[in-house]
C-alpha cells in the first residue's frame, strides 16, 4: 500500500514538472499570470516532496514490524507442519479417551492441538472448542472461554466474544472525546441480573445456561434422600485479597485450605456473595448467601452455600466490608489484614446436597452442592452496604433429580 502511494506521489511530482513547462510555453506572453500559476505549481511540489521525505523517513521503522509479522508466520507454519501427520494428535485423543472425565484445560488443549492438525473449519475441531466452552471451570473459566470463543470466531462460526476476551487481541483505540480508549460495549457479550443481560437471555451466548438438565440453584425441598457424604473443612488463616469483578465480591484464597467430602480432598479457591440468596428452602429466600468453591486434584468441583439470614451484624463480613475493593476488575490486598475463611461457616456441617452446575455463565454442570442447614447472620446495614443490589440467578427446574440431606 505504501509502495504505492509512494509511486502516486512520484507521478504526482512529474505531472506538476510537466504542467509547469507546458504552462511556460503557452502563457509566455502573459507574463504576469504565469509567475501567479508556477508559483503555486513551485508551492504544490515542495508540499509533495516533503510528504516523499517523510515517507522514506517512516520505511525503516515499518520495515522490522513487517519482518516481525513474517517470522511470526514462519514460525505458524512450521509449528501447523509439526503436527500435520496427526500422530500427535492420535496419541493425545487415545490418552484421553483412558480417563474417565477431562477438566477444561485439557479439552481446550486438545482442541487447540486438533485445530494446529485439521484446521479451523474441521468439524471435530469446532466440537472440540464448543465442549471446552461448555465445560470452563471456576478457576479457569475467563482462560478457556477466551481460547474457546476466540477459535470458534477463527472458524467462522457464530459466537459472540466476551469483552475481556477481546482486550488480548484488539488494539485500544482512543476514544472521541480524548479520555481514554473507545467504549465498545456494544460489541461485546455482557450477561448481568436484569433486563436483556439477565438470566433469561443467557442461553443466547452459552447454550448449557438454556439447555442444560442440571442446572443451579434450586428450591430445596423435601422428602429428601439419606446422604451418606461426611464433610469436614480445614481453611487457614491468610492474606485477604478481594476482587470485584463486576458481578459480585470474591474472596480469592491461598492454597492450604480444604473440604474433605468423604475421604477426597478439595482444595478452596475463593468464596462470593449473592444477594439475596440464591438458593431457597420451601420457597423462600435468605438474604444473602456465600458460596465456597472448590475444586479436586481431577477437577471436580464443590460448592458450600452459606446462607445469610437478616439479623445479628456478622463480624467476619464487617472485615471483609471494611476492605472492599477501590476499584471494578482488580485484585485488592488492604495491607497486613489477613482472614480465616473458616469465621464463615457455621460449627455444624449438617447440609442439602444436590448435583448441580455453575449459577453464572458458562453455567458449566456437574458440580456438586452442599447448602448448609444452619444459616449464619447478617445485619440489614451490612446487606445494605454490599454494592450489588441484585445479583442471584432464579431457582431453576429439578428435572428429576434427587435433594438429599446429611450431617
Not at 87 to 100: C, F, G, N, P, R
Not at 182 to 204: F, R, T
Not at 321 to 338: H, M, R, T
Not at 359 to 387: H, R
Amino acid at each position: 500500500m505504501k509502495k504505492y502511494l509512494r509511486l502516486i506521489l512520484e507521478i504526482l511530482l512529474g505531472i506538476c514538472l510537466v504542467a509547469a513547462s507546458t504552462l511556460a510555453y503557452m502563457n509566455y506572453s502573459a507574463k504576469k499570470h504565469l509567475v501567479a500559476e508556477v508559483g503555486e505549481l513551485t508551492e504544490q511540489l515542495g508540499e509533495a516532496k516533503e510528504a516523499l521525505e517523510k515517507m522514506h523517513e517512516k520505511e525503516p521503522a515499518q520495515e522490522e514490524p513487517i519482518a516481525e509479522t513474517g517470522n511470526i508466520a514462519q514460525e505458524l507454519d512450521a509449528l501447523k507442519a509439526a503436527f500435520s501427520n496427526g500422530v500427535v494428535l492420535q496419541d493425545i485423543e487415545m490418552l484421553y479417551k483412558a480417563q474417565k472425565s477431562l477438566s477444561a484445560e485439557r479439552q481446550v488443549g486438545m482442541a487447540s492441538i486438533r485445530l494446529l492438525t485439521k484446521g479451523a473449519q474441521d468439524e471435530g475441531t469446532i466440537a472440540a472448542f464448543q465442549k471446552a466452552l461448555e465445560m470452563a471451570e471456576w478457576s479457569n473459566r475467563l482462560q478457556t472461554v477466551c481460547a474457546a470463543q476466540n477459535a470458534l470466531a477463527a472458524a467462522g462460526q457464530k459466537v459472540k466474544v466476551l469483552q475481556d476476551c477481546k482486550k488480548s487481541t484488539e488494539k485500544e483505540e482512543p476514544a472521541k472525546d480524548g479520555h481514554g480508549k473507545k467504549d465498545d460495549k456494544a460489541h461485546a457479550v455482557h450477561w448481568g441480573y436484569e433486563g436483556d443481560n439477565g438470566p433469561e437471555h443467557w442461553g443466547s451466548n452459552f447454550p448449557v445456561c438454556g439447555t442444560g438438565k442440571k442446572q443451579s440453584p434450586l428450591n430445596i425441598i423435601g422428602p429428601f434422600e439419606k446422604s451418606k457424604d461426611v464433610l469436614s473443612v480445614d481453611y487457614k488463616e491468610g492474606p485477604l485479597k478481594m476482587l470485584n469483578n463486576g458481578h459480585t465480591i470474591q474472596v480469592n484464597v491461598e492454597s492450604g485450605s480444604t473440604l474433605t467430602i468423604n475421604k477426597e480432598s478439595y482444595d478452596l479457591l475463593q468464596f462470593h456473595f449473592h444477594r439475596p440468596s440464591e438458593e431457597q428452602v420451601d420457597g423462600k429466600n435468605s438474604a444473602m448467601v456465600a458460596h465456597f468453591v472448590h475444586k479436586s486434584k481431577d477437577g471436580k468441583l464443590a460448592v458450600i452455600g452459606v446462607l445469610l439470614n437478616e439479623g445479628k451484624d456478622n463480624a467476619a463480613i464487617k472485615t471483609l466490608w471494611a476492605n472492599l475493593p477501590p476499584k471494578e476488575g482488580e485484585e485488592f490486598l488492604p495491607e497486613k489484614v489477613s482472614f480465616n475463611p473458616g469465621n464463615m461457616l457455621p460449627k455444624d456441617l449438617g447440609f442439602y446436597n444436590y448435583e448441580g452446575s455453575l449459577t453464572t455463565p458458562p453455567c458449566t454442570e456437574g458440580v456438586q452442592f452442599y447448602i448448609l442447614k444452619k444459616p449464619m447472620d447478617v445485619s440489614k446495614d451490612q446487606v445494605g452496604k454490599f454494592p450489588f443490589k441484585l445479583n442471584a440467578r432464579p431457582v431453576q427446574s429439578l428435572n428429576g433429580r434427587k435433594i438429599s440431606a446429611g450431617g
